[in-house]
T-cell receptor, first 114, second 114 residues
């Protein structure tokens, strides 16, 4: 049973518009959530995170929203830029578990068209 | 800082051969981990280490060994390569502690077993 699910394998948006990437989880023990961005032939790089004590975290163009009751989080990118085109992974870890031991979703490939 | 360095970047093995994937980090991180990524899937944890001399199994440990003799290095050994181990392998490091830290990833090793 997959504990972290990204149900949209791909998403295409126009430059300047909003990109919304979604992630659902099933494990109630997950307490900390991260988004990673991955370009081809590179390793994932950390983008933004959120703790379960918050429902929103913002960093520049990137905002992550957490709905604990629905076990759902989303990443908003506004405005989207062509350089944002990459694979985005949602990851989760339980309370007091190191982020190096996260459970990952399968990723969503974002394409931002100029 | 080089961050997390993985060698080699590419490798082709014959079934039954053994090899070691190297991983080194220069950030003085205590926590290191190995993931594999299969096509269209997320990263799955193979083994992790919370410090020199301490290792433990992740989600998919079978067919792999690890050791951690120094803080900097965390090699992954394939004992007898099988085609099912064809994958991209990522090493990651993160600061010690539970919960809220990001993981830093290497560029990956693309392994093909024929």
């Amino acid at each position: 049973d997959q504990q972290v699910k990204q149900n949209s394998p791909s998403l295409s948006v126009q430059e300047g518009r909003i990109s919304i990437l979604n992630c659902d989880y099933t494990n109630s023990m997950f307490d900390y959530f991260l988004w990673y961005k991955k370009y081809p032939a590179e390793g994932p790089t950390f983008l933004i995170s959120i703790s379960s004590i918050k429902d929103k975290n913002e960093d520049g163009r990137f905002t992550v929203f957490l709905n604990k009751s629905a076990k759902h989080l989303s990443l908003h990118i506004v405005p989207s830029q062509p350089g944002d085109s990459a694979v985005y992974f949602c990851a989760a870890s339980p309370f007091l578990t190191n982020a190096g031991k996260s459970t990952f979703g399968d990723g969503t490939t974002l394409t931002v068209k100029p | 800082n080089a961050g997390v360095t993985q060698t080699p970047k590419f490798q082709v093995l014959k079934t039954g051969q053994s090899m070691t994937l190297q991983c080194a980090q220069d950030m003085n991180h205590e926590y290191m981990s190995w993931y594999r990524q299969d096509p269209g899937m997320g990263l799955r944890l193979i083994h992790y280490s919370v410090g020199a001399g301490i290792t433990d199994q992740g989600e998919v440990p079978n067919g792999y060994n690890v050791s951690r003799s120094t803080t900097e290095d965390f090699p992954l050994r394939l004992l007898s390569a099988a085609p099912s181990q064809t994958s991209v392998y990522f090493c990651a490091s993160s600061e010690t502690g539970g919960g809220s830290t990001e993981a830093f990833f290497g560029q990956g090793t693309r392994l093909t077993v024929v």
